[in-house]
Nanobody, 116 residues
């Protein structure tokens, strides 16, 4: 089993920045790619960004390209999402996601609100 715990969410003004963290524990050797998804009120959960096990390959949703950066510190079992130039439409609950050998794992989510 893998446990994922997100942190770093909060309220920020448009144009501001936040950095989300996701700490993994448990059977971490079984984790392959990791990433972030988000779900806004009344909408389906959507992909935001992903990073390979080595950190050498990243992928982003078109809506966040150039503004968000995903990174991974394997020594700390942690994945980060640096979010810059935030917009009101980025408001959502952000979920950490990990691809395991036979299961996908999800964190409990952290709220990000972009509002003036």
């Amino acid at each position: 089993q893998v446990q994922l715990v997100e942190s770093g969410g909060g309220l920020v003004q448009p144009g501001g920045s936040l950095r989300l963290s996701c700490a993994a524990s448990g059977s971490i050797l079984s984790i392959n790619a990791m990433g972030w998804y988000r779900q806004a009120p009344g909408k389906e959960r959507e992909f935001v960004a992903a990073i390979s096990r080595s950190g050498g390959i990243t992928n982003y949703a078109d809506s966040v390209k150039g503004r968000f950066t995903i990174s991974r510190a394997n020594a700390k079992n942690t994945v980060y999402l640096q979010m810059n130039s935030l917009k009101p439409e980025d408001t959502a609950v952000y979920y950490c996601h990990a691809v395991g050998i036979s299961h996908d794992y999800w964190g409990q989510g952290t709220q990000v609100t972009v509002s003036s």
